[in-house]
């Protein structure tokens, strides 16, 4: 034991805050807080031997040590081993094969836009995955339209989430047989619901939300929660070198008209006129594709920033490219949780437009 190393596993990452730290365990897909004082024994002595980090504190914090190491294995975020050299770190480098990755589209009871060539163009970009959110009353059968268009022209298998009222007369059993019959569905989210909250799994990483409150429009995203965490290395890797929420993303809203999310100020021309692999190439499109959470004021000094969505649509000074994401709620100063403040957002955007 003398000459052995704690090592944490290679999926196990300590992150550090301005107040606390965690370990994400991008395997388990989830995380835990962990002192300042374990944080710094993991990083400035890794591969050192437990005997050799207890004489660089020179003994006087034997038994703390011990226990550190102990919690660590007993959870299975570490181990220890003699042979430190032959378990490497997990590579943070992150790929994307398609320079769109994943898109929403927007509609409302006004919207024209022609949908069918939306998702041919996002097809023809090799995108993944699309949301689609209605902020008006709609009948499953308007999903089982794009759905069933979707299955005819293949669309490279893109995976699909849907948002939109819960529609009247309808009963949850229906949306359970649509997840059957239709394999590209994601996720479907229905607010307004009659029947609360409710989250009900409908296979492996797929999911039936409900949800009491209406959304009513794009205004309703961009909020940062822990409910919204994403912990997993595909989230981690992009999140050291891009930004959550834009990177990859291309959208159109309720008027068709294209941008980085539906609620970013910019367009890059209405989808009926401008294809979007033309929009894409416009330099400033891609703006804030590379703006990591490192980069960005507060979030940088954060420990969940390698885990947590982005929002640069609405922030606390709009005229700083970098600054803070106004419905997060979280200060890494002080480690605590807050309401973000929807007055706040009127606030801001009455400044906008005055």
Known sequence: MKTSVCLLYANCIPVRGAKNSIICDLQRNNYVQIPMDLYNILIEHKGKTTEEIKAFYKNQYDEIIDNYFQILIDNEFAFMTETPELFPELSMDWEEP??????????????????RSAIDQLSDLHCKYIQLRFYHKIDIDRIIEVLTYMDEVQSNSIGVDFAFPYPENTKLEDFVVLF????????????????????QTMGHSKYLVLMESEIVSERSCGVIDKSLFSIHLKTFTEAKKHNTCLNGKVSIDKRGMIRNCPSMPVDFGNIDKVTLRT???????????????DQIEVCKDCEFRY????CRAYTLDPAKDNSKPMKCGYDPYTGVWKNWSENALKKSQLAETT
């Open 98 to 115: 398609f320079e769109v990755s994943n898109a929403i589209i927007d509609f409302d009871e006004y919207s024209s836009f022609d949908w």
């Open 180 to 199: 059957q019959q239709y394999k590209r569905i994601n996720n479907i989210v229905l607010h307004s619901s009659p029947f609360g909250r409710r989250v």
């Open 279 to 293: 929009a894409i190439k416009d330099d400033r499109f891609k703006k804030y594709w590379n703006l990591s959470k």
């Open 307 to 310: 885990i947590c969505t982005d």
